[in-house]
Nanobody, 125 residues
């Protein structure tokens, strides 16, 4: 059974840092594109960042310069380090996996076959 389990969310203050983790299991993810999406209250889910098998990464403009995605294929883990958090970063953060080798990352939800349940990040002002 394929599972993605996020952790590391919580309540933080504006300006703080946070690291989210995603533990993947049930198949080999080393060739997959791994991504983070988020959904704020009353808004649609949006792309945050992704990393393909070769290490190429991409970021949404809203987090560029403040977020870093990384992966540890040996541990089947993906991480999202967020710096200088803002109240508008408040959302449920989801880990997602897109199976198969890719030459570039995708920002489309529909391209990702596996999803975690999400972890809540709340940034107070």
């Amino acid at each position: 059974q394929v599972q993605l389990v996020e952790s590391g969310g919580g309540l933080v203050q504006a300006g703080d840092s946070l690291r989210l983790s995603c533990a993947a299991s049930g198949r080999t993810f080393s060739s997959d594109t791994m991504a983070w999406f988020r959904q704020a209250p009353g808004k649609e889910r949006e792309f945050v960042t992704a990393i393909i098998w070769s290490g190429i990464v991409g970021y949404a403009d809203s987090v560029k310069g403040r977020a870093t995605i990384s992966r540890d294929n040996a541990k089947n883990m993906v991480y999202l380090q967020m710096e200088s958090l803002k109240p508008e970063d408040t959302a449920v953060y989801y880990c997602a996996a897109r199976p198969g080798l890719a030459s570039k990352y995708s920002r489309r939800e529909s391209d990702y076959a596996y999803w975690g349940q999400g972890t809540q990040v709340t940034v107070s002002s």
